[in-house]
């Protein structure tokens, strides 16, 4: 079976695999992701989920680290729609049904820095579907500023390897809301416990969660 074959949308939804880093994009170090590989190395055939834009390269990635299942879920694309048609109100309705199709629990969850760029509601039904999906002991990554940032734009997170992200801006409707303090980020989730969590020196905070066992 083909990598794209064991990829849950398009062939040509899929961005093209990126090679070296344009002398114009940030690279930046990641701690986290190796932890999230690593939680996952041992399972055989993990099923993932990517909230992100579909990356040819981050796809590849995964794929041959782990041989694992991938469903990419481009909610950052939703959010902008709701956005530019002035109807983000509903969001929290749309995500609570966004998911409804996946109908096999996930072993990891690449969160990127979505929950930056919702508000309360949105965020709250998010991570309540979010740990719905998660199988017990599984993990999910979650990117997190520090910082408020001014623009409005979206980061894509291209992996060149377990320690090394490549950001990519994209523009949109709206930007970050307001950062989330770690008593927050904890307590949207405290379904799941941390794992780790790491403080980057671009000020993202990476937090590292894992679902415990049903006899938890």
Not at 74 to 100: H, K, M
Not at 152 to 176: E, F, H, M, N, W
Not at 202 to 214: G, M, Q, T, V, Y
Request: net charge neutral; glycine share 6%.
């Amino acid at each position: 079976m083909s990598l794209l074959d064991r990829l849950s949308l398009r062939r040509d939804e899929v961005e093209a695999p990126t090679s070296k880093p344009a002398a114009d994009e940030q690279v930046f170090a990641t701690k986290a992701l190796r932890k999230f590989l690593s939680c996952l190395q041992s399972r055989e055939a993990p099923v993932l989920l990517d909230l992100g834009p579909a990356i040819g390269s981050n796809v590849s990635f995964f794929g041959e680290q782990l041989q694992c299942k991938i469903h990419v879920e481009d909610i950052f694309t939703d959010l902008d729609r709701y956005e530019r048609r002035g109807n983000v109100g509903a969001f929290p309705e749309f995500l609570a049904d966004r998911f409804s199709k996946l109908t096999e629990p996930v072993d990891g969850i690449l969160c990127w820095d979505l929950i930056d760029y919702l508000d309360r509601r949105s965020a709250q039904t998010l991570a309540g579907e979010l740990v719905r999906l998660l199988r017990p002991e599984g993990v999910l990554l979650g990117f997190f500023g520090t910082t408020q940032a001014r623009d409005t734009s979206y980061t894509k997170y291209v992996i060149i390897d377990p320690y090394t992200l490549q950001y990519r801006t994209r523009g949109t409707a709206s930007g970050r809301h307001s950062i989330l303090l770690n008593r927050d980020i904890i307590r949207l989730f405290s379904a799941l416990r941390v794992s780790d969590s790491f403080l980057l020196q671009n000020n993202l905070r990476e937090i590292l969660f894992r679902k415990p066992s049903w006899e938890a």
